[in-house]
């Protein structure tokens, strides 16, 4: 007896479902009471899975679960492979013609993406020492499109900026020697915003930034930093957000010393990279009070307690006043994409050296540091 392979149908009709028995499934040629004792324990001890898929192919379903081989049904027989073919080709073209009604009768779902690719590069090669423009305009992009789906290019732009960040993290130890080589993930920047607090509930940045000290862009040190956004990039300076016991010696320091203060902040190259407004003469007043005004978004409304230990009647009040120690200057976005750009960076970071040695000599001094009354 030619054995032929089991196919199984299932039909549109309600009635009992009937399954095509073959010699193969029994390995061998049978009779029809075998398969009546191989067939019928299974058909009650799954009669409530086969009214189910009674229920199923009402809707149009046509499934069959492969632990369900053993219900068949001596009926069965009556159906070739040849009629089985037809219906479910049948069957599959009603469907299919079902789903295209439907399809036009509902409103299209389709959501149209601005960006499908990945900008050209316009014949600018992307390098390490410097960004390349599609970084900045993806940044200007993802302002306006802050969502999931104008990613796609995040990656060919982060990249640029994590290469861009290794170069400088070299030029920055050259001015600097006491910022080690840390890898780029220890002084960047993640692009994920912290929503938790904040009723923007945007979940990009739309800028890339970076912070270099002692320890990467966390710990207790001051910084060097770098802020890229297109219209708003800057190179900054100093201690961002100073733990208690941090602004506590910074204020002791200005307290006791503020000459110390004042020669540092009066330096001619500080003053005039990163506080600008200053007339040129100006006395060393001036600087102090410009640099206050620098700071001002974080600081005291009013003038320390009369229990704090400091003297409430400070020439320098308004610098004991404040509760973060930064300059900063702005930047065109051209300086970050320019042949000579790390070049141009290391010249604007500069002026900072002291200013940055100077913070850390307080907040973090060394143990052969002086500790000069001036």
Not at 21 to 46: H, M, W, Y
Not at 163 to 175: K, Q
Not at 182 to 199: E, G, K, T
Not at 228 to 257: H, K, N, Y
């Amino acid at each position: 007896m030619a054995v032929k392979k089991r196919k199984r149908s299932l039909h549109s009709a309600s009635g009992p479902y009937h399954l095509q028995v073959s010699s193969q499934s029994f390995g061998g040629e049978i009779d029809s009471e075998s398969c009546k004792e191989k067939i019928t324990p299974a058909l009650r001890n799954r009669s409530s899975h086969v009214q189910q898929l009674a229920k199923q192919d009402e809707l149009g379903e046509e499934h069959i679960n492969d632990s369900e081989e053993g219900k068949q049904d001596d009926e069965d027989d009556e159906y070739s492979l040849a009629d089985d073919s037809e219906d479910s080709e049948q069957e599959q073209t009603q469907r299919d013609q079902s789903h295209s009604e439907q399809s036009e009768d509902e409103p299209s779902g389709v959501v149209i993406i601005p960006l499908e690719q990945v900008r050209d590069e316009g014949n600018i090669e992307y390098v390490d020492f410097r960004l390349h423009p599609n970084s900045l305009l993806f940044l200007v992009d993802l302002k306006s499109n802050n969502n999931r789906r104008w990613l796609k290019e995040f990656r060919r732009a982060f990249r640029d900026w994590e290469t861009f960040v290794e170069r400088t993290t070299y030029t920055i130890m050259a001015l600097d020697d006491t910022i080690p080589e840390l890898p780029a993930r220890d002084v960047m920047f993640r692009i994920y915003r912290d929503l938790r607090f904040s009723p923007d509930k945007k979940p990009y940045k739309a800028h890339f930034s970076a912070a270099w000290s002692r320890t990467g862009r966390k710990g207790t040190y001051a910084h060097y930093y770098i802020h890229c956004e297109p219209g708003a990039s800057l190179i900054a300076g100093g201690i961002f957000a100073p733990d208690t016991r941090q602004l506590q010696r910074l204020r002791a320091s200005i307290d006791e010393r503020p000459r110390r203060w004042r020669r540092v902040l009066n330096e001619y190259t500080l003053k005039e990279a990163f506080l600008p407004g200053l007339a040129p003469g100006s006395g060393e007043g001036e600087a102090l009070k410009s640099f206050a005004r620098e700071n001002k978004d974080s600081a005291l409304r009013t003038k320390p307690k009369a229990g704090s230990g400091f003297n409430t009647n400070h020439q320098d009040i308004e610098l004991l006043k404040l509760k973060k120690f930064t300059v900063s200057k702005r930047i065109e976005d051209n300086l970050l994409c320019a042949d000579d750009t790390q070049e141009r960076v290391k010249e604007t970071l500069r002026p900072l050296v002291n200013f940055i040695t100077f913070l850390n000599s307080i907040v973090m001094p060394d143990d052969d540091s002086s500790n000069s009354s001036e």
